[in-house]
């Protein structure tokens, strides 16, 4: 009997301890309070007077007992994240977005299992990411976008199995892309553009089935160039892996070059079933070859940007057939060839760029007609023919460039010019004739370079 008491007298201080370690949610939201610098007094609803259910920025379950969202972003705080965040159990959603909080990010927060959302962007948290974070197996959004972590890109987030959107960019993670990043079954966003990576792209990103946006490029400096498996992306939207050092492989014969006419993306046709893609954003790479034909079939192509590589041969020829395409800079490449007649088909198009290439043969026709047209840079190339009749009168036109080329012809008349534009520079045409003096005085109080 006397055993029993002793023992029920244990367990009961045992429970007593465990009871006095889980701190209650209000004790928990006072700790983070503490913890921050709040120049605004934004928290100052988060005092006594009030149930902590209708504090600022915190959300209760239908009982009124649990908090289950708390959302302070944007209110200029500062100081760090206390780990008592973690006695806040219940919680589905985390948001810091916007401030200034900064240090670690408190590997505590493991604890709360049932998180399905932290957004802990544009703040300055640093340190590494917490590897005890791959316990929160429900979480579906972890946006750390623009922070101060360091460290190897993390592997801890390969074990939440139920993302749907990652944000590692703007940080200053380092090392290579683990190929495990291919391994989420439902992740529709990833991020992992402006750090400091390096490495080649692994294939198995080719897996994420439900991929819709992928940002990869800026800052970061990779070897080699874009697996073909990107292409199995068959749901991708959005496609950036802009500056970030991609490069094609060099033939070892030049002699090759005119055959591996996909270089770029080796496999033929291997970016074919990106049916749904709208924009592609290449720019600032070492690419070459040609851009390869199947880019100009994409139906719902709006932004395509490829400028600053070492891209060769003509443009898609289909390009802008599908009646989507908003912006196409192409500029700085070595491309020949004659440019696409349908680029404006579906009157979107706004900008056209095609700088310093080796582009020949007439402007198109249709561009005279190109409504929604605002600026057209198409200097340094081998143009030639006549300017289309229309251009220089399109309501939406604020930029012209069409210096050293080799038109010809007559400066275009057309029974207006644009209100808007604003330059044009024509200079260094081997042939172009002036036949209305109207149109000299709109050149000469334009800002051209001549
Ligand atoms: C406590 O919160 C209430 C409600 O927001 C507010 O009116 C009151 O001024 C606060 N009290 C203090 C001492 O900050
Ligand atoms: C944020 O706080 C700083 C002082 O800490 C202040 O200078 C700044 O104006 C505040 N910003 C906003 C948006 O209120
Ligand atoms: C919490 O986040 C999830 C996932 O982002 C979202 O669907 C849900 O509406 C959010 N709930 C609250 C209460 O903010
Ligand atoms: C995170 O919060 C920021 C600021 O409120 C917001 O712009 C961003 O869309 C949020 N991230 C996600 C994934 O919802
Ligand atoms: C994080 O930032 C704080 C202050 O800004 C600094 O003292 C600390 O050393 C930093 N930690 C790491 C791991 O960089
Ligand atoms: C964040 O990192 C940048 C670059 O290393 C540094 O200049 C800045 O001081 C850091 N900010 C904080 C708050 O630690
Ligand atoms: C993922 O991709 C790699 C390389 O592309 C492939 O070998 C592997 O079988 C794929 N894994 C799964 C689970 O599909
Ligand atoms: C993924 O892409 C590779 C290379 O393009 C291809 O061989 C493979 O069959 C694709 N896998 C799937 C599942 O589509
Ligand atoms: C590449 O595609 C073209 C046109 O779609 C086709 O004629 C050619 O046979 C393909 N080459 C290979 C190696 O699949
Ligand atoms: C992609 O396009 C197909 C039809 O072409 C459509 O059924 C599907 O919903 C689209 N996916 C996305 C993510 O828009
Ligand atoms: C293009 O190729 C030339 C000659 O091979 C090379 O010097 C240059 O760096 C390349 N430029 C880019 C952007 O890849
Ligand atoms: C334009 O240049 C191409 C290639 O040099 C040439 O074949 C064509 O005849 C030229 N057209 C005009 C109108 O000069």
């Known amino acids: ?26 004790q928990a939201l006072l ?9 605004q007094s934004a928290l100052a609803s988060w005092n006594s007077s009030n149930s902590l259910c209708s504090w600022h920025g915190v959300t209760c379950d239908f009982t009124g007992r649990h908090v289950t969202s708390l959302d302070l972003s944007s ?11 973690a006695h806040l159990r219940y919680l589905q959603n985390l948001t810091l977005a916007a401030n200034q909080l900064s240090g670690p990010i408190p590997p505590q927060l493991s604890a709360i299992s049932g998180l399905l959302s932290l957004n802990l962007s544009n703040n300055v948290f640093n340190g590494s990411f917490p590897p005890q974070l791959a316990q929160l197996k429900n979480l579906q959004v972890l946006d750390l976008y623009n922070n101060n972590m360091t460290g190897d890109l993390p592997l801890p987030v390969t074990d939440m199995p139920n993302l749907r959107h990652l944000h590692l960019g703007g940080n200053f993670f380092s090392g290579k892309i683990p190929p495990e990043y291919g391994k989420w079954e439902f992740l529709e966003y990833l991020a992992i553009s402006g750090n400091e990576l390096v490495g080649s792209i692994p294939p198995e990103i080719g897996n994420l089935s439900k991929l819709q946006q992928l940002y990869i490029g800026y800052y970061n400096s990779y070897e080699g160039g874009l697996p073909p498996e990107i292409g199995n992306l068959s749901e991708l939207v959005r496609f950036d892996a802009a500056n970030c050092m991609l490069s094609g492989e060099m033939p070892k014969e030049i002699g090759k070059l005119q055959k591996l006419d996909t270089l770029f993306l080796q496999v033929n046709g291997s970016f074919a079933e990106l049916k749904n893609l709208t924009l592609l954003n290449l720019f600032r790479n070492k690419l070459h070859g040609a851009i390869p034909e199947f880019i100009g079939d994409l139906p719902q192509l709006e932004v395509l940007q490829l400028w600053e590589n070492n891209f060769t041969g003509s443009i898609p020829l289909g390009l802008g057939k599908n009646g989507n395409l908003v912006l196409v800079d192409l500029s700085s490449n070595k491309l020949t060839g004659n440019l696409p007649p349908n680029l404006c088909s579906g009157n979107r198009l706004q900008t056209l760029i095609t700088l310093s290439n080796f582009l020949f043969g007439p402007i198109p026709e249709s561009l005279g007609q190109c409504k929604s047209l605002s600026r057209i840079r198409m200097g340094e190339n081998f143009l030639n023919g006549s ?29 207006k010019i644009a209100l808007n534009l604003g330059q044009i520079s024509l200079s260094k045409q081997s042939a172009l004739r002036f036949v209305a003096s109207k149109y000299w005085q709109v050149l000469r109080c334009s800002k051209a370079t001549s």
């Open 1 to 26: 009997m006397r055993l029993l008491l002793l023992l029920f007298l244990i367990l009961h201080l045992q429970i007593c301890a465990s009871f006095a370690r889980v701190m209650s949610e209000y």
């Open 31 to 39: 700790s983070v309070k503490s913890a921050i610098d709040d120049p």
């Open 75 to 85: 209110l200029n705080l500062s100081g760090t994240l206390s780990p008592d965040i």
């Open 387 to 415: 300017i289309p009749k229309g251009l220089f009168g399109l309501p939406e036109l604020t930029q012209v460039e069409l210096q050293d080329n080799l038109l010809t012809g007559e400066f275009p008349v057309s029974d």
